[in-house]
């Protein structure tokens, strides 16, 4: 029995996503049926789907309400592959205004939408580039793993970055490095996570500050999904591996620039901890029905 589904294609710098709404949970897609739905050459394309599902209907939006009451919707994010995701900050986003344009949530002159995630809520405001997301405090994860990717002649160490899901950032030398590592490979960690991670290749633009704003190109491979044109929790994770590394009187504010646009990155000290904001655009491409 196949099922119809009215849903959204969005994007956040060519980072993609098909959304659905499913309020009150009655939707329960396979791993199989979501990798179908991702699917560049059999269904509607993307890197990963998202659910738009009020917490409450779901057991993982438990947490997100004991954490705030106030986060109505769950983000239910999965990767291409289907397979479920902490946290995708591009995705987050183009959710906010999905929520918004189809009548789902109000977001006042002023106001936020608290977003429940698998790494805890999240708040989204509107922005001058678009939306802008507090992505949490972040941390370093532990450990320098090497990292092996095709066509770098020499593995590189890396760095762990947690922000509600794994990251490892590898700096390198220069853009041709970058623009020669082919990332459509699995990139080898050693020692491998038991999660696996996103892994974020990076060098620094020339000058690497301008202004008081530091300026990186990155590229990354993303766990269960492969190369995209951006990764917004990974632009965040490759400005505070260069901001970590730079040291005492590097930059609060990053411009991050990905093969599909541009990103901001800022670090606010909070009581909890430093936190992170991610700003950049969030466009809703189409609208169909598919079955499934």
Known sequence: MTTEIPFSKGQGTGNDFVLFADPDGLVDLTPVQLAALADRHFGVGADGVIRAVRSAALPDGAASLAEDPAAEWFMDYRNADGSAAEMCGNGIRVYARFLVENGLARLPEGGALRIGTRAGVREVRPDERGYRTDLGVWALAGG????????????????????????????????????????????????????????????????????????????????????????????????????????????????VEVPGGSLEVTVTDEADGEHVWLAGPAELVYDGIVSV
Not at 147 to 157: D, E, G, M, S
Not at 190 to 202: D, K, Q, S, W
Not at 216 to 242: D, F, K, N, P, Q
């Open 144 to 255: 320098e793993p090497l990292v092996r990717a095709k066509n770098l002649q020499v593995a590189r160490p890396g760095l762990g970055v947690d922000l509600g899901n794994p990251h490892v950032v590898v700096a390198l030398a220069t853009d041709e490095e970058l623009d020669t590592a082919d990332l459509s490979y699995v990139p080898v960690l050693e020692p491998e996570p038991v999660e696996g991670a996103n892994v974020e290749f990076v060098v620094p633009r020339d000058p690497l500050i301008a202004e008081g704003v530091g300026r990186i190109r990155m590229r990354v491979h993303e766990r269960g999904s492969g190369e995209t044109l951006s990764c917004g929790t990974g632009a965040a994770a490759a400005a505070l591996a260069i901001r970590y590394w730079a040291g005492v009187g590097a930059p609060r504010r990053w411009f």
